[in-house]
Each structure stands twice: as structure tokens, then as C-alpha cells.
């Protein structure tokens, strides 16, 4: 049997998947944005800060007034914080300002009042100034029309302080993509429910709900089905009354004799394979009523891995979520590997940046893989690894 490489397998979810990046926006006040992702680039309607003013409370001068310091200045006049117009300052003279009020025409430096003495209607000012200190010229942290934040940008509160300064009162966002996820197997239960001869929880269900909701998607519907087509049908056509733009299923497409996802969907021209990888082999795609369908086997660690290696990445660029972060370490003992396949061991990382396994390659091993905070990543033409040779991790 010839496997399909991953990366292939990769870019085949990727065109299956790539009508999702032409995401519905909608444009939500700046307190319903956070979290939320910016449908565009957002430019500031107004400069930052919008016009010139002052970084201290003190005193607006002409830097030339006081080139030959220490000299006293007679105080024309308060321009408090809340002030319109500035005005303008008479040569020879000095104005009280307030921080963040408006320097006046004229002057181009203030001099902060600890640095001054006060004596009924004069300021003292003990040392020259150069032009523009405590000067916050407008537009000195953004000009009118530029940038304020690019598409794609995962909204925080930095980013809402942003726009709130820039004078907007709502942005537009990406509206999530819509999941849904069919747990197939005659044997699964409710997790929680007593378990029958034979019977084991839907393990599935819950790890994907969970990973579609921390890789920003949202969870429309959620479902199990028993090893029935026409059960499985009607799953699908529940999720996609329930708006779901995006199918996944679990199990059910490998080579045994109830394949309830198989027969449903190779009618339909599903495109089934198995991949150069363990655990994770068997896969398939397929579109359901126009929908993209991503099937993805039955075994817990290879349905995670699956999701996290075909799915997470697009969902998380959606929804501007940054990749797991991937690093080199050096194997803490020897590994064996399969010739010819991509395999993803669970690591643990150790400190020297050691890395071990943690169990063994087992696609049923979902407590082991609890047990990890890596995946170690051998390739296809790795079969042996010494103790101290360097891998790719990247971290759970
Ligand atoms: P399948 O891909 O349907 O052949 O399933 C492969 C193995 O994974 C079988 O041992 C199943 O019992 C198990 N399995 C399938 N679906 C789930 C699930 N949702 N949760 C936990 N284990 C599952
Ligand atoms: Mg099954």
C-alpha cells in the first residue's frame, strides 16, 4: 500500500478548507470586541495624540526665554487640563499648564513645576530648556491615517485602549467559524453514563469541542451516532441546520467492516487515505450538502493529533491565536521509529533541554498522552535515534 505524505494530505484540507477564509465580519462596540479578531486593518481617523500638549504639569515657555536661566518670568495666565483653545504666549512671559492640556501657540517647552520657584506672579526657572521637551507634538504616536492595527489582530485590552483614543466606538471583527463534531461508534457512551460490556466513553467528543473552542472556533452542535449511516446523515443535517460551516467526525474510516463514515460519504465521493503517519494513519474529506467534511480516526490520540496537525492551524490564524510553539531538543534515550512514516511520539520535556517519551507510539494511549507536554516529531526517513540526538518538538 503506498501512504499519502502528510504535507499532501495538508494541502488537500487546506483547499478543502479555504472557502473558511472568506469570513463573514460584523462591526460590535469596542466592549463586545474583546477576544474578537479584526475583519481589517483598522486606520486611525484622527493623529495621536490629536494635538500638541503637555507631558508635566508646569510651565510653558519659550525655550529662548530661558536660554540664559536661572531667570524669573512673569505668569500670564492657567491653562487647566480641560481647557479649549490654548492661545498664545506672550515672548518674555510664562503660561501654568497642566499635563495633557494644550500647549499654547509660541511656546515649545514646558518646564515642569518642581524644576521652578514660585514667588506671587513670577516663576523662577533655574536652568535653560530645550525646545520641545515635555512637548508632546500631536500625531507623535500615530499620524491621521495610518495604522492603528493590522487584520487579524486578536482583540485585548491594549488594542480596545487603541481604538477607543483614536475616538472609534466599535470595530469590525471575523464572526467565528462554525464547528460541529460527530463522535461515530456503536461502543461510546455519554462520558459519566455506566459503562456496558464492551462500551467506552466518547473520549473524542469532549478533546475536540474542547480543541475547536481554544483554537477560536465555535461549537454549533455536537453529536454521537451509533455505527449507522443514515443516523450519521441525520447528525449532518442537524449540525448544518444549527449553522455549521465545518464537519468533523471521529472514527469510522478505517478498514473494518461497519465504516459508518465510509459508507455514508464515499457514495458522495469522499476522498479516503491513509497517511505516512503514526498514530493517525486513516483519513478522509469529503463536502456533505456543500459542507466541508473533515474525518479524522477513531483512536483518541490519533483523532487529537489529526485536529491539531489538519485543522487547528487554519482556525487559529482565523481567529489570530499564535502556533504552538516548536523547538529542538536532545532525546533523553534511544527511539525507535517506523520507516517511512511521520511519527508523533508524546515527550515530556526535561530541563538541559532533554526531551522523553512519555509511553509508548499507541494511538489508544490518552492518558499518556494527558501525561505529556509535548509531541516529538521523527521523520519519515528516521528509524533509529541515539540517546542525545536532536528532534522537533512542539508543545501541547
Ligand atoms: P475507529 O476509528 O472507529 O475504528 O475506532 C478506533 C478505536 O478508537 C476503537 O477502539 C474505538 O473504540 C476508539 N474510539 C472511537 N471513537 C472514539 C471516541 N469518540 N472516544 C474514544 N475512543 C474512541
Ligand atoms: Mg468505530
Same mark, same amino acid.
Given at each position: 500500500? =503506498?501512504r499519502? &505524505?502528510?504535507?499532501?494530505?495538508?494541502a488537500?484540507?487546506?483547499?478543502?478548507?479555504?472557502?473558511?477564509?472568506?469570513?463573514?465580519?460584523?462591526?460590535?462596540?469596542?466592549?463586545?470586541?474583546?477576544?474578537?479578531?479584526?475583519?481589517?486593518?483598522? =486606520?486611525?481617523?484622527?493623529?495621536?495624540? !490629536?494635538f500638541?500638549?503637555?507631558?508635566?504639569?508646569?510651565? +510653558?515657555?519659550?525655550?529662548a526665554?530661558?536660554a540664559?536661566?536661572?531667570?524669573?518670568?512673569?505668569?500670564?495666565?492657567?491653562?487647566?487640563?480641560? $481647557?479649549?483653545?490654548?492661545?498664545?504666549?506672550?515672548?518674555?512671559?510664562a503660561?501654568?499648564?497642566?499635563?495633557?492640556?494644550?500647549v499654547?501657540?509660541g511656546?515649545?517647552?514646558?518646564?515642569?513645576i518642581?524644576d521652578?520657584?514660585v514667588?506671587g506672579?513670577?516663576?523662577?526657572?533655574?536652568? !535653560?530648556?530645550? %525646545?520641545?521637551?515635555?512637548?508632546r507634538? $500631536?500625531?507623535?504616536?500615530?499620524?491621521?491615517?495610518? +495604522?492603528?492595527?493590522?487584520?487579524?489582530?486578536?482583540?485585548?485590552?491594549?488594542?480596545?485602549?487603541? *481604538?477607543?483614543?483614536?475616538?472609534?466606538?466599535?470595530? @469590525?471583527?471575523?464572526?467565528?467559524?462554525?464547528v460541529?463534531?460527530?463522535?461515530?461508534g456503536?461502543e461510546?457512551?455519554? &462520558?459519566?453514563?455506566p459503562l456496558?460490556?464492551?462500551?467506552?466513553?466518547? @473520549?473524542?467528543?469532549?478533546?475536540?469541542?474542547?480543541? *475547536?473552542?481554544? +483554537?477560536?472556533?465555535? =461549537?454549533?452542535?455536537?453529536g454521537?451516532v451509533?455505527?449507522?449511516?443514515a443516523?450519521?446523515?441525520?447528525?449532518?443535517?442537524? +449540525?448544518?441546520? @444549527?449553522? @455549521?460551516?465545518?464537519?468533523?467526525?471521529?472514527?469510522?474510516?478505517?478498514m473494518?467492516?461497519?465504516?459508518v463514515?465510509?459508507?455514508?460519504?464515499?457514495?458522495?465521493?469522499a476522498?479516503?487515505?491513509?497517511?505516512?503517519?503514526?498514530?493517525?494513519?486513516?483519513? %478522509?474529506l469529503?463536502?456533505y450538502?456543500?459542507i !466541508?467534511?473533515?474525518?479524522?480516526?477513531?483512536?483518541?490520540v490519533?483523532?487529537?493529533l489529526?485536529?491539531?496537525?489538519?485543522v487547528?492551524? *487554519?482556525?487559529?490564524?482565523?481567529?489570530?491565536?499564535?502556533?504552538?510553539?516548536?523547538?529542538?531538543?536532545?532525546?533523553?534515550?534511544?527511539?525507535?521509529s517506523?520507516?517511512?512514516?511521520?511519527?508523533?511520539?508524546?515527550?515530556?520535556?526535561?530541563d538541559?533541554?532533554?526531551?522523553?517519551?512519555?509511553?509508548?507510539?499507541?494511538?489508544?494511549?490518552?492518558?499518556a498522552?494527558?501525561?505529556?507536554?509535548?509531541?516529538?516529531?521523527?521523520?519519515?526517513?528516521?528509524?533509529? *535515534?541515539?540517546?542525545g540526538?536532536?528532534?522537533?518538538?512542539?508543545?501541547?
Amino acid at each position: 500500500m =503506498v501512504r499519502t &505524505p502528510v504535507p499532501a494530505h495538508r494541502a488537500r484540507v487546506d483547499t478543502l478548507l479555504a472557502p473558511l477564509r472568506a469570513r463573514p465580519t460584523e462591526t460590535v462596540p469596542l466592549l463586545d470586541a474583546l477576544g474578537r479578531v479584526t475583519a481589517h486593518e483598522v =486606520v486611525s481617523p484622527i493623529a495621536l495624540p !490629536p494635538f500638541r500638549n503637555s507631558q508635566m504639569d508646569g510651565f +510653558a515657555v519659550r525655550a529662548a526665554d530661558v536660554a540664559a536661566a536661572p531667570v524669573a518670568l512673569p505668569i500670564a495666565r492657567e491653562i487647566p487640563a480641560a $481647557a479649549g483653545e490654548p492661545g498664545e504666549l506672550k515672548a518674555g512671559t510664562a503660561i501654568r499648564i497642566m499635563t495633557g492640556a494644550a500647549v499654547p501657540a509660541g511656546a515649545d517647552a514646558v518646564v515642569p513645576i518642581e524644576d521652578t520657584e514660585v514667588d506671587g506672579g513670577t516663576v523662577s526657572i533655574m536652568r !535653560p530648556r530645550a %525646545a520641545g521637551e515635555y512637548v508632546r507634538e $500631536a500625531g507623535s504616536d500615530l499620524a491621521t491615517g495610518a +495604522a492603528l492595527l493590522p487584520a487579524g489582530q486578536r482583540l485585548a485590552s491594549r488594542h480596545l485602549a487603541a *481604538l477607543a483614543a483614536a475616538g472609534l466606538a466599535a470595530v @469590525a471583527v471575523r464572526t467565528p467559524v462554525a464547528v460541529a463534531i460527530i463522535s461515530t461508534g456503536s461502543e461510546l457512551v455519554e &462520558p459519566g453514563e455506566p459503562l456496558g460490556p464492551g462500551q467506552i466513553p466518547d @473520549a473524542n467528543g469532549v478533546a475536540l469541542v474542547a480543541a *475547536l473552542r481554544a +483554537a477560536g472556533a465555535e =461549537v454549533v452542535a455536537q453529536g454521537r451516532v451509533f455505527d449507522e449511516s443514515a443516523e450519521l446523515a441525520v447528525a449532518f443535517d442537524r +449540525a448544518i441546520s @444549527a449553522g @455549521a460551516e465545518l464537519l468533523l467526525t471521529s472514527g469510522g474510516i478505517s478498514m473494518g467492516d461497519h465504516e459508518v463514515v465510509r459508507e455514508l460519504l464515499e457514495p458522495l465521493g469522499a476522498h479516503v487515505d491513509v497517511l505516512a503517519m503514526q498514530p493517525g494513519g486513516p483519513q %478522509a474529506l469529503a463536502t456533505y450538502r456543500g459542507i !466541508p467534511v473533515v474525518c479524522f480516526p477513531g483512536n483518541p490520540v490519533s483523532s487529537q493529533l489529526s485536529f491539531e496537525l489538519f485543522v487547528a492551524p *487554519l482556525l487559529r490564524e482565523l481567529a489570530g491565536l499564535p502556533a504552538p510553539r516548536r523547538e529542538s531538543r536532545v532525546l533523553d534515550a534511544a527511539v525507535l521509529s517506523i520507516p517511512g512514516r511521520r511519527q508523533f511520539l508524546r515527550g515530556r520535556r526535561l530541563d538541559g533541554n532533554r526531551v522523553a517519551t512519555v509511553s509508548g507510539p499507541g494511538s489508544h494511549l490518552v492518558a499518556a498522552l494527558a501525561a505529556s507536554d509535548v509531541i516529538i516529531e521523527i521523520p519519515e526517513d528516521s528509524v533509529e *535515534l541515539a540517546a542525545g540526538e536532536s528532534v522537533e518538538t512542539w508543545e501541547l
